[in-house]
């Protein structure tokens, strides 16, 4: 059975760091990319960031600011988040797609629906 579980969310005041943990169990990091993405109120969800086979991806708005990792003994990704704003305030879930095949590569992410499994979101809110 397939899990993954997001943590490390939070309250942070503006120019804040939070790292998000993505924990998976029942799949390996060395057979799956994962992504995050996010979902801010009353907006559709967007893709962050992914990462497979040690190749990354970033969306250009959070680029510099935001970083994934992934450690595959622990089949754990992360996501370093610095410099944090307002509009970054969302609900981030983190999501697993099969490696062969999978649009995780250095120019995109692909679309939701190409993920398989998906974490039940960690709440990020950032305010003063």
């Known amino acids: 059975q397939v899990q993954l579980v997001e943590s490390g969310g939070g309250l942070v005041q503006p120019g804040g760091s939070l790292r998000l943990s993505c924990a998976a169990s029942g799949l390996s990091l060395d057979d799956y990319a994962i992504a995050w993405f996010r979902r801010a109120p009353g907006k559709e969800r967007e893709g962050v960031s992914c990462i497979s086979a040690g190749m990354t991806y970033t969306v250009q708005s959070v680029k510099g600011r935001f970083t994934i990792s992934g450690d595959n003994a622990k089949n754990t990704v992360y996501l370093q988040m610095n410099s944090l704003k307002p509009e970054d305030t969302a609900v981030y879930y983190c999501?697993?797609?099969?490696?062969?095949?999978?649009?995780?590569?250095?120019?995109?992410?692909?679309?939701?629906?190409?993920?398989?499994?998906w974490g039940q979101g960690t709440q990020v809110t950032v305010s003063s």
């Open positions: 999501a697993a797609d099969k490696m062969a095949g999978s649009s995780c590569d250095p120019y995109g992410l692909g679309q939701m629906y190409e993920y398989d499994y």
